[in-house]
């Protein structure tokens, strides 16, 4: 559905997506997930026609976004962030509007308002103007008009931006619903929300494309399988020496807790599973023992690990 | 052209559905009123070489109502969309950004002549109402008009380019108003200065100053040159405006 060959966007003095490739097939729902100002509204931009790739190229459902942008902006609907409306106009009024902007008309168009109305449950406020909605109704005004053209392919800038939880959880029901018949591209920074409405994610950072793959995947692929928590009776820098010394462990720290035990993190490698080694160090040294808890890697951890080099290593 | 229509009808709605359609209406008949009156009582007077159209046209009233109509007809036609980010969803709907910007300005134009509208009428009903046997000339009312559009649609594609430059209506307004009255000044100024200038450069002036025009054409004169004139800068402007908003897509 979308074919992106090494799109790239220069700004004055610096890239803000930088050669990026990948595909988005159809019937998939993919999110691009990145930090503020990691290049995801540069690249949704590009794919909608909004703005002209400085290099490298593009194609929606077969058409390239530059050189065939109307016969490509047909097949997107697209809700830009935070949701420009018309604040003048009424909800009903607007989706018309937009409607005829993609070349609907009559009675077709006068049916499938109605229909995205009811899917986006804004048929309440269908005669209040814009200006007056909260911005959980405005978000869902936002997305009827991007679905009123019956487009294959949604894209959409940060879907759950400043909405509550309710209504956040609101917007990813209706997410998971129309991807079952809608190829669905979103961006969002939001690590949850990825975990809970996407096939597929695109980790993207400064411009550059960090990995891709399913959530579970990704956490797969990460360098360490998770931290490992003890709570031993014994010194601090004793017990650190002694777990620190275990084949395939990366990083230990331990400090005491209130009550004179102490508390030690051990971080492994993805491959190696330190729990019974780690028991057998406490046994020989004949600590007393409390607590032996793994905590798996999230992806959290795998996005925290690709884009913040600085601190992985 | 059915993309066109759409645009240009949503634009007309905003105008007539905001108060400022109306305020500009209500502010250009009250002030082309006052305009109106003084020419008849400089007419009962005492006798002039100039008619009541060429009066009315001409006055200090007319002018002080003339130029405020530009920067509020067009401030808010690009500025508002790119604040409101409703650029965007605009210009990734299958339209292209000039025809955004043909819809937009026809409407502008379209409202401009409706505001001039009344105006118009006062002749009509001096005649219906009073009786009196004045004649209204026709090539001088004709003539009046025609300057009238042909100025408006330049300062108005000047109050587009304003628009397009920026986010914020009101140094969209003020910028449209500076130059407008700027290009207006032109001819004021050298029409004071007249003895001093050397004619080669009068000769220009003339050629430039709308003060010129607006004295021709209220006289029922119909001068091709500013017609052409008029029309070229308007379609300058529009190109001009056509690169400002295609810029900012490029590097925004």
């Known amino acids: 559905m979308i074919t992106a060959e090494k799109l790239t966007k220069r700004y004055v003095g610096r890239s803000a997506v930088d050669a990026i490739s990948f595909e988005v097939e159809k019937g998939e729902v993919v999110g691009f997930l990145g930090q503020n100002g990691a290049g995801k509204t540069s690249t949704l931009r590009m794919l909608t026609g909004y703005m002209p790739p400085t290099s490298g190229s593009a194609t929606v459902a077969g058409y390239d976004v530059f050189h065939q942008s109307l016969q490509a902006r047909r097949q997107i609907g697209y809700m830009p962030e935070n949701v420009p409306l018309y604040e003048d106009m009424r909800v009903k009024e607007y989706l018309h509007f937009m409607g005829r902007l993609h070349g609907m008309g009559g009675k077709q168009l006068a049916s499938r308002t109605g229909e995205v109305m009811e899917l986006c449950r804004i048929s309440d406020v269908r005669r209040k103007m814009i200006a007056s909605l909260s911005k959980g109704y405005r978000q869902r005004v936002g997305m009827a008009a991007a679905l009123v053209h019956e487009p294959p392919l949604l894209i959409m800038d940060e879907p759950t931006n400043g909405l509550d939880p309710n209504q956040i959880r609101q917007v990813r029901s209706m997410i998971r619903s129309l991807g079952e018949e809608h190829t669905i591209l979103l961006s969002t920074h939001i690590l949850p929300e990825v975990e809970a409405v996407c096939d597929r994610v695109i980790i993207i950072d400064k411009g550059r494309i960090r990995a891709e793959g399913t959530p579970g995947d990704l956490v797969a692929t990460l360098r360490t399988a998770g931290t490992l928590f003890l709570e031993v009776e014994a010194d601090p820098q004793e017990a650190e020496c002694a777990l620190a010394r275990l084949d395939g462990v990366r990083k230990v720290n331990s400090h005491r807790l209130a009550d004179g035990w102490t508390k030690v993190e051990v971080v492994a490698e993805s491959k190696i599973d330190v729990r019974a080694a780690a028991y057998a160090v406490v046994a020989a040294a004949g600590w007393p023992l409390r607590e032996l808890v793994l905590q798996k890697a999230s992806l959290e951890d795998a996005f925290v690990e690709l884009t913040d080099i600085d601190n992985a290593a | ?252």
């Open chain 2, 1 to 252: 052209m059915r993309i066109l229509f759409i645009l240009s009808g949503k634009e007309l709605r905003a105008f007539f559905l905001s108060p400022v359609a109306y305020v500009v209406i209500a502010l250009v008949m009250v002030l082309t009123g006052f305009s109106f009156k003084a020419a008849l009582t400089i007419l009962e007077r005492s006798s002039s070489e100039w008619s009541l159209v060429l009066w009315t046209y001409t006055s200090y009233w007319f002018w002080l109502s003339y130029f405020p109509i530009f920067p509020l007809v067009t401030m808010r036609l690009f500025s508002e969309e790119r604040k409101l980010g409703t650029m965007e969803t605009l210009l990734t709907a299958p339209v292209r950004t000039w025809q955004v910007l043909a819809a937009k300005y026809t409407a502008a134009v379209f409202f401009y002549i409706i505001i001039w509208l009344p105006s118009v009428l006062y002749f009509l009903l001096f005649v219906g109402i009073t009786g009196v046997d004045v004649v209204i000339p026709r090539g001088e009312l004709a003539g009046s008009l025609l300057i009238l559009l042909l100025s408006g649609i330049f300062y108005l594609a000047v109050g587009c380019f304003a628009s397009a430059l920026t986010s914020n209506q009101i140094v969209a307004g003020v910028m449209a108003f500076t130059l407008c009255l700027m290009h207006f000044l032109l001819g004021v100024f050298s029409l004071n200065l007249a003895g001093n200038l050397p004619a080669e450069i009068m000769d220009m002036v003339t050629y430039i100053a709308p003060h010129y025009h607006f004295q021709r054409f209220t006289r029922g004169l119909i001068d091709t040159r500013p017609i052409f004139y008029y029309l070229s800068l308007a379609a300058f402007f529009l190109f001009l405006t056509h690169q400002v908003l295609e810029y900012r897509r490029w590097r925004a």
